[in-house]
């Protein structure tokens, strides 16, 4: 196993201490470590274990558990835990299944403070399998055991040379990896051997989670001193709700990267509105991570690309990006990768380009991406000192050459080989010296010529990809901005609950309902939320007395009932009535409707509001996700949240950034700018509009599900036309 990496020379600042936490140093880091059902067979796992530890020279006291053989590879061994003199740190138990609630128990006795379980056998196999499980995690937990898995791949920590699954040609460096695939591991390590800058330090396949999930693993990696940067791959989430408190503890020191497979179906099963339909999405999953600084990966081949990158550079101070390239062609394809990763291109200083141009055939664009136009065939140390120029303008926050620096000598003549090597000492110096990302990508990067294989060694990223490399400049960007943004930004207070909506709650509970739309909108009133002025008819009779209270207004009815959820579906709802008689023939129309769609429905009258005036319609939405807990939606209103899904996700509570942001995330933002001559909407009002939301549903666990579809948003303030509260009776 190779001991030395890359080292970054692109990071000066030294790495944040961080104050050690997580129980999981005691045993992911052991001075011993006990294999129990180890093997002299060569195909089982408890012999693969013994030659990784054996041949990684592991520094710690092994122990062999096996009661048939003396020794194995020369280590002797004992017939059970209770047999070791020594104190145990570590137990990789390879035995069946049902060994284990026994085996847990003896480890409780031997004081133990770790257990990876191979076996698999549990939950994943149905109930028999879930009591087994159980029945294993009630043995740890009485005897102080932590467990990693069951069903797991193993583990390894390279810095202590515990290498439990043997894997060869695999060297130790800053990337801290929980991979729910062990096949993932296998396929990153490849990569790394042959095409990476770092290597990694700790591993975990974190199984089934019966005990330790991604939380209690990020906390171990973000305090771990040989981690840079922790990276995981994840196809389901336990607790989301402790791993996002984890990593907004955590993305403030060091970088974390998720690739999250799959999408969950969970809440759309049951969903009662807009809110819940769109919820337990991939793409919530997504926005929930980034609103705590992890940088999301969405295609498996850029996970060790974005992860090397943030370890070797942590970050950018922004987007912009200067590019220098030796070719049109590559500059036009960088620009429109540059743009469709949300990144933009620096403009660069008059200053700038007249060193440029002091520098370049007279021919060079030195717009940006600049183009060298030949300059550097015959010279390649040209491009260090374009670097170096735009390096050290203010309105570059990241350098990315392309082209075919590294081949000079190669494509025209051997005799540019020199020149290139100076120019890569050049690129190094440069690294060290500034606080800005340096970022090369190669078509020669494959064969590995001299100049770019000393870039390697020196920590300077060469990429084969020109996809790849601008993935990494987007992580780069994004937790730079987040760092920035984040600061001094606390999360919103709930409010105060107010003791008549918890009547109100209790209620709509003791009737076995939800909230009628009228007590919805009292909720909403009551804290601040702008709601239009409406009047309730229990009877036609009221409706004279209505009309008049409105006088003359165009007004809009919709029927009362805890049975019509969807009220124009029911038919239960008419608009722009004007006058008493057109309210009266509007109110027998609704009743008949709702009537034949459900002739059972408890129907308590109508609701009678002014039709609200012409602007932009949105939806703002809450559901209690059962990963996530409460999570925040928004997006453009009426037909477009249901066959466009334009939407914003973000776990509450939620601070002012969040929720700008948000306004700021969907697609059809431009939309808010007002389009064809519409003035555009008051942005900060939905701000403030989203932020008292957030504070209503932390103040009230009653509440399940909110959808305010639509708000009307105006240049001016917005207004709430129509409101639908899930309640929660559990908590009633």
Do not use: W
Request: hydrophobic share 40%.
């Amino acid at each position: 196993m190779t001991q030395t990496t890359a080292t970054s020379v692109q990071t000066s600042e030294a790495q944040p201490k961080v104050v050690r936490k997580s129980p999981l140093h005691d045993f992911l880091a052991p001075e011993s470590i006990a294999i129990v059902g180890a093997s002299a067979d060569p195909t089982k796992r408890g012999y693969k274990a013994m030659v990784g530890l054996i041949k990684g020279h592991y520094a710690g006291r092994i122990y062999p558990i096996n009661p048939k053989v003396p020794e194995i590879l020369g280590v002797p061994t004992f017939p059970s835990l209770d047999d070791i003199p020594g104190p145990v740190d570590l137990a990789l138990i390879c035995t069946p299944a049902a060994t284990l609630p026994g085996l847990m128990a003896e480890c409780g006795r031997k004081g133990v403070k770790g257990a990876v379980i191979l076996a698999a056998g549990f939950r994943e196999t149905g109930p028999e399998g879930a009591k087994l499980e159980q029945q294993i995690l009630d043995a740890a937990r009485a005897g102080g055991v932590r467990i990693i898995g069951p069903n797991t791949s193993g583990m390894f920590n390279l810095h202590q040379r515990v290498n439990l699954l043997d894997l060869s040609n695999v060297k130790a460096g800053d990337i801290g990896f929980i991979s729910q695939s062990g096949n993932m591991l296998l396929s990153l390590v490849l990569e790394a051997e042959h095409n990476g800058h770092v290597g990694f330090s700790t591993y975990v396949g974190p199984g089934n989670q019966t005990d330790i999930g991604f939380n209690d693993y990020l906390r171990y990696l973000g305090e771990d001193p040989n981690t840079r940067v922790a990276t995981l791959y994840v196809e389901g989430f336990r607790d989301g709700q402790r791993f996002l408190q984890a990593a907004r503890e955590i993305t403030p020191v060091k970088p974390v990267v998720v690739y999250k497979s799959g999408a969950t179906e969970l809440g759309k099963k049951a969903a009662s509105s807009h809110t819940g339909a769109l919820a337990g999405s991939y793409a919530m999953t997504v926005d929930l991570l980034k609103q705590v600084g992890v940088s999301v990966v969405h295609h498996s081949d850029e996970i060790l690309p974005v992860a090397e990158g943030l370890a070797l550079m942590q970050k950018a101070n922004g987007k912009r990006v200067a590019v220098i390239a030796d070719g049109g062609g590559q500059a036009t394809i960088t620009s429109d990768r540059l743009s469709e990763a949300g990144l933009e291109l620096a403009e660069l200083s008059e200053a700038t380009r007249k060193r440029l141009a002091s520098i370049l055939f007279a021919q060079a664009s030195l717009a940006n991406p600049v183009d060298v136009a030949g300059t550097s065939d015959a010279n390649p140390e040209v491009l260090s000192q374009c670097m170096e120029i735009v390096a050290e303008d203010d309105s570059v926050d990241a350098v990315f050459l392309v082209g075919m620096f590294g081949g000079y000598h190669t494509r025209f003549a051997e005799s540019l080989l020199g020149g290139e090597m100076r120019a890569a000492e050049a690129m190094i110096e440069l690294a060290k010296r500034i606080d800005k990302p340096l970022l090369i990508y190669s078509l020669y990067a494959p064969v590995k010529p001299p100049a770019l294989r000393r870039l390697h060694e020196a920590g300077v990223p060469v990429y084969a990809s020109i996809e790849y490399a601008v993935k990494v400049l987007q992580a780069l960007g994004e937790r730079g901005l987040y760092l920035r943004n984040q600061h001094g930004r606390p999360l919103q207070e709930g409010v105060a609950p107010s003791e008549d909506m918890q009547a109100m709650f209790a209620r709509a509970n003791n009737e076995g309902r939800d909230l009628y739309e009228f007590e919805a909108k009292t909720l909403l009133r009551t804290h601040g939320i702008a709601v239009a002025e409406e009047r309730i008819a229990h009877h036609a009779d009221e409706l004279g007395e209505i009309a008049a209270a409105f006088g003359g207004l165009p007004l809009a009815m919709k029927v009362v009932s805890r049975d019509i959820l969807h009220k124009s579906d029911a038919g239960g709802v008419k608009l722009n009535l004007v006058g008493e008689a057109a309210l009266r023939t509007a109110y027998d129309q609704i009743m008949t409707s709702c009537r034949a769609y459900d002739a059972n429905a408890d129907i308590r009258g109508v609701l009678v509001t002014p039709m609200a005036k012409k602007g932009t319609e949105i939806i703002v939405g809450v559901v209690r996700d059962p990963i996530f807990g409460p999570v925040l939606m928004f997006g453009l209103g009426g037909i477009f949240v249901e066959i466009l899904e334009d939407v914003a996700f973000r776990a509450i509570p939620l601070s002012r950034e969040d929720a700008r942001g948000m306004v700021e995330q969907i697609k059809g933002r431009k939309i808010l700018d007002g389009v064809r001559g519409e003035p555009p909407v008051d942005r900060e009002a939905l701000v403030d509009l989203l932020l008292k939301v957030s504070g209503i549903v932390s103040a009230y666990p009653q509440l399940s599900e909110l959808d305010l579809n639509p708000v009307i948003a105006y240049p001016d303030g917005y207004a709430v036309v129509d409101a639908r509260i899930i309640t929660n009776r559990s908590v009633l």
